[in-house]
């Protein structure tokens, strides 16, 4: 086979698979959520689970998290105030239940109110995996039974939240090399 025939390699990363997707399963109560970011393990994990989140989980149109305070072991707690643009807060918290830095963080998320979940807790497995072009995140968010819309806008949520993550991690790692 020559060069100019020769078929590219579909297992390979491409742009098209380091977006960021989710789906959600709202019979099961369930979100998916995947995306490649440009950093390793550590790096993703550490800007998940510190006061780091500040930095980069805002949407500029709607909120910015104003404070993440957490106490980074198991049973450990977690909370977030975010700012409403309009001038309004909500708060979110949880706790750990699993830390395996660098591969793995499992937590309760829960707000004082929110349009669609109410105060519903829901549980966040975040995976961190390593591949050749940084780190492949993988976020389960379950517990939506009976709150398909939560589930199906929490899954749009997520594609943002992954993506401004990639954006943050690539500014910062850039700036570091």
């Known amino acids: ?4 025939t020769k078929m590219n390699d579909f297992r390979q990363p491409t742009a098209s698979k380091k977006l960021p997707r989710a789906v959600a399963d709202a019979g099961a109560g369930i979100i998916i959520a995947v995306a490649d970011i440009d950093g390793p393990p550590e790096r993703v994990f550490d800007a998940l689970t510190t006061d780091e ?3 980069w989980w805002k949407n500029a149109e709607l909120y910015r998290t104003a404070e ?10 977690w909370s977030q105030l975010v700012q409403l643009n309009d001038g309004n807060t ?4 949880g706790e750990f239940a699993e830390l395996d830095r660098p591969r793995k963080v499992v937590m309760t998320r829960r707000f004082d109110k929110h349009p669609f979940q109410g ?7 975040f995976r961190f995996d390593p591949v050749a072009t940084g780190t492949r995140v993988t976020v389960r968010d379950e517990g ?3 709150r398909s819309e939560a589930a199906y806008g929490n899954a749009e949520i997520w594609e943002k939240v992954l993506g401004w993550l990639d954006e943050y991690i690539g500014l910062t790692e850039g700036a570091a090399r």
Request: aromatic share 6%; charged share 25%; with cysteine.
């Open 90 to 93: 909500v708060i979110g918290s």
């Open 1 to 4: 086979m020559t060069t100019s």
């Open 119 to 125: 105060q519903r807790e829901t549980t966040i497995t």
């Open 53 to 55: 989140v500040v930095k």
């Open 144 to 146: 939506f039974i009976g």
């Open 68 to 77: 993440f305070k957490a106490d980074r072991r198991v049973c450990g707690a």
